[in-house]
T-cell receptor, first 111, second 112 residues
Framework: DSGVTQTPKHLITATGQRVTLRCSPRSGDLSVYWYQQSLDQGLQFLIQ???????AKGNILERFSAQQFPDLHSELNLSSLELGDSALYFC??????????FGPGTRLTVL | GDSVTQMEGPVTLSEEAFLTINCTYT??????LFWYVQYPGEGLQLLLKATKADDKGSNKGFEATYRKETTSFHLEKGSVQVSDSAVYFCALNPRGNEKLTFGTGTRLTIIP
């Protein structure tokens, strides 16, 4: 158990809908990262937050957004969902060091 | 930009065989290097890491040495078990507290 929690574990929704994925980092970790794992793109970095502020952006679509709250949990919002958004979404957290610990992931299926 | 190239899979070995999964990287400066493992239906688990040249990371019988001269971080295990069947990802973090860049993953299957 990495100490990073993600909910829900599975999510099934329809095209055009909006969903929210939640992540709670390890106790004391200020950085939260979101990654997408898909069969065709592999593991891709989406976005990083550090202590509530956006730190870095990767290949994140405009339909996707995220935030980190004062209690350091983070939410990833995906809107206007398309079939191609079906993937595993991972959250990871780290303290100031470079080692990231991953949560179990949320499997999103868009029908 | 930064990149990681991993040995193409899938790899199938018999139990107790020697394992090598090759990983090479491209990055400016001195990145930290990682191996993560993903067991079926689970998330990514940190297997081992190395933060500077000639460091050797090790865990659960797996080892990898940070080779700056060949920009490599090959994963090895002397005697694999069926329970080692998983997908293995090599990754780098260029300057600490930054995004990880992953290889494509290598699926390993160990047969009894």
């Amino acid at each position: 158990d990495s100490g990073v929690t993600q909910t829900p574990k599975h999510l099934i929704t329809a095209t055009g809908q909006r969903v929210t994925l939640r992540c709670s980092p390890r106790s004391g970790d200020l950085s939260v990262y979101w990654y997408q794992q898909s069969l065709d793109q592999g593991l891709q970095f989406l976005i990083q937050y550090y202590n509530g502020e956006e730190r870095a952006k990767g290949n994140i679509l405009e339909r996707f957004s995220a935030q980190q709250f004062p209690d350091l949990h983070s939410e990833l919002n995906l809107s206007s969902l398309e079939l191609g958004d079906s993937a595993l979404y991972f959250c990871a957290s780290s303290v100031a060091a470079d080692t990231q610990y991953f949560g179990p992931g949320t499997r999103l299926t868009v029908l | 930009g930064d990149s990681v190239t991993q040995m193409e899979g899938p790899v199938t070995l018999s139990e107790e065989a020697f394992l090598t999964i090759n990983c090479t990287y491209t990055a400016t400066g001195y990145p930290s290097l990682f191996w993560y493992v993903q067991y079926p239906g689970e998330g990514l688990q940190l297997l081992l890491k190395a933060t500077k040249a000639d460091d050797k990371g090790s865990n659960k019988g797996f080892e990898a040495t940070y080779r700056k001269e060949t920009t490599s971080f090959h994963l090895e295990k002397g005697s694999v078990q069926v329970s080692d069947s998983a997908v293995y990802f090599c990754a780098l973090n260029p300057r600490g507290n930054e995004k990880l860049t992953f290889g494509t993953g290598t699926r390993l299957t160990i047969i009894p």
